[in-house]
């Protein structure tokens, strides 16, 4: 059974840094790519970076750029969003996804619960 599970939202003041995790069960993080999306009040989900089952490849929103950063742990199976500099428009519920090609549109087969980023004073 495929599962993604992410943690790590909290609320935090802006400026600050978090470090998201998606653990993956049921299948091996070399056969899948995985990206992180994320969903504001009234807003559209949009992706904002994703990384390819080889892990070579990263690739962020414009929005993002400079300040999020995709890695993986494949001990842990595990991949992690840190998201630093935050701004109050940073947050959303943060989900990540899993599908055979990294892409920031929602072309992914499986999806997680999400979790919720917090910016404010």
């Known amino acids: 059974q495929v599962q993604l599970v992410e943690s790590g939202g909290d609320l935090v003041q802006p400026g600050g840094s978090l470090r998201l995790s998606c653990a993956a069960s049921?299948?091996?993080?070399?056969?899948?790519?995985i990206g992180w999306f994320r969903q504001a009040p009234g807003k559209e989900r949009e992706g904002v970076a994703c990384?390819?089952?080889?892990?070579?490849?990263?690739y962020y929103a414009d929005s993002v750029k400079g300040r999020f950063i995709i890695s993986r742990d494949m001990s842990e199976n595990t991949v992690y969003l840190q998201v630093n500099s935050l701004k109050p428009e940073d947050t959303a519920v943060y989900y990540c996804a899993a599908g055979l090609w990294a892409t920031l549109a929602e072309d992914y087969e499986h999806w997680g619960q999400g979790t919720q980023v917090t910016v404010s004073a």
């Open positions: 990384i390819t089952s080889s892990g070579g490849g990263r």
């Open positions: 049921g299948f091996s993080l070399e056969n899948y790519a």
